[in-house]
């Protein structure tokens, strides 16, 4: 069974850097079967895809997020991570890691998802 | 980026009836959609994809269809477990995108 887990701070300060790390078991993220990605949700809110990378390091971000995002991925660990910098308040949410087929399929293993709280 | 609208926001229905949700996408996304639960503390969970073909492990009395442009999902004769939220997500185009929501609850 594949299994995904969110690991890093909960709180970052105002202005700071957002890391996340998606540690993968059951399943190897070298596959090229599948893209590994980052989806928020804000508290009572909807879920917005934050930005995805494949095996080969080739990565997708959501243009909202402009230049602030980084995608990275370390096969030798079984992990992937998230860099999001000069973080605001808006970027206060539950970040869920998620696996999801390369090409058009579905997010079909999610992490439990971690909060991560931006303050002032 | 592609909007996906959900209907209605929130859906009464008793224990045992039928609920039918809808979802639009502003543009088209061929049969590129997912449907998803999520309930309080957790994940969501994947339950229909392609448009209509269940995940694995999802209940038979789920089941997702396309009507023109509306996608729906029916989950036939509710159990108690299945009042949740639901959100519909295209990955037709990048970046995929959901609707908003609908809250299923008890009436």
């Known amino acids: 069974q594949v299994q995904l887990r969110e690991s890093g701070p909960g709180l970052v300060k105002h202005s700071q850097t957002l890391s996340l790390t998606c540690s993968v078991s059951?399943?190897?993220?070298?596959?090229?079967?599948?893209?590994w990605g980052w989806i928020r949700q804000p508290a009572g809110k909807g879920l917005e895809w934050v930005g995805r990378?494949?095996?080969?390091?080739?990565?997708d971000y959501n243009p909202s997020l402009g230049s602030r995002l980084s995608i990275s991925i370390d096969t030798s660990k079984n992990q992937f991570s998230l860099e999001l910098n000069s973080v605001t308040a808006a970027d206060t949410a539950v970040y869920y890691c998620?696996?999801?087929?390369?090409?058009?399929?579905?997010?079909?293993?999610w992490g439990q998802g971690t909060l991560v709280t931006v303050s002032s | 980026e592609v909007v996906m609208t959900q209907s209605p926001a929130t859906l009464s229905v008793s224990p045992g009836e039928r609920a039918t949700l809808s979802c639009r996408a502003s543009?088209?996304?061929?049969?590129?959609l997912a449907w998803y639960q999520q309930k309080p503390g957790q994940a969501p969970r994947l339950l229909i994809y392609?448009?209509?073909t269940r995940a694995t492990g999802i209940p038979a009395r789920f089941s997702g269809s396309v009507s023109g442009t509306e996608f729906i999902l029916t989950i036939s004769s509710l159990q108690s477990e299945d009042f949740a939220v639901y959100y519909c997500?295209?990955?037709?185009?990048?970046?995929?995108?959901f609707g908003q929501g609908t809250k299923l609850e008890i009436k």
């Open positions: 990378v494949d095996s080969s390091g080739k990565t």
């Open positions: 998620v696996r999801r087929g390369y090409w058009y399929q579905p997010n079909d293993f």
């Open positions: 543009q088209s996304v061929s049969r590129y």
């Open positions: 997500q295209q990955y037709n185009h990048w970046p995929d995108t």
């Open positions: 059951g399943d190897s993220i070298s596959s090229d079967k599948y893209l």
């Open positions: 392609g448009a209509s």
